[in-house]
Nanobody, 121 residues
């Protein structure tokens, strides 16, 4: 069982910054990939960024150069530093672990409850 809890969302003006955090807890072995997705009203959920256990980072085109993903491997945490925020970044941001090994086998498609980010113009 894996629980993902996000924090750090809120309301910010365009051009501002926010930092999201997500902590994974439960009974599992090492996590490989942790990432962030977002979903705006009326739109599909999209990848924001993810990062592997080896530190390899991947970003969605719309956030490259503005957002930075990082991890604290010892604490099973992932962070998303969001700079130069735009109104189009407004969405619910979800923490994601695609797959994790537990003592009950592989558990796929693990999501947090989401945190709202609203960017005003």
């Amino acid at each position: 069982q894996v629980q993902l809890v996000e924090s750090g969302g809120g309301l910010v003006q365009a051009g501002g910054s926010l930092r999201l955090s997500c902590v994974a807890s439960g009974s599992f072995f090492a996590i490989n990939v942790m990432g962030w997705y977002r979903q705006a009203p009326g739109k599909q959920r999209e990848l924001v960024a993810d990062i592997t256990s080896g530190g390899s980072e991947n970003y969605g085109d719309s956030v490259k150069g503005r957002f930075t993903i990082s991890r604290d491997y010892a604490k099973n945490m992932v962070f998303l530093q969001m700079n130069s925020l735009k109104p189009e970044d407004t969405a619910v941001y979800y923490c994601n672990v695609p797959v994790v090994a537990t003592n009950r086998g592989l558990k796929y498609d693990n999501w947090g409850q989401g945190t709202q980010v609203t960017v005003s113009s």
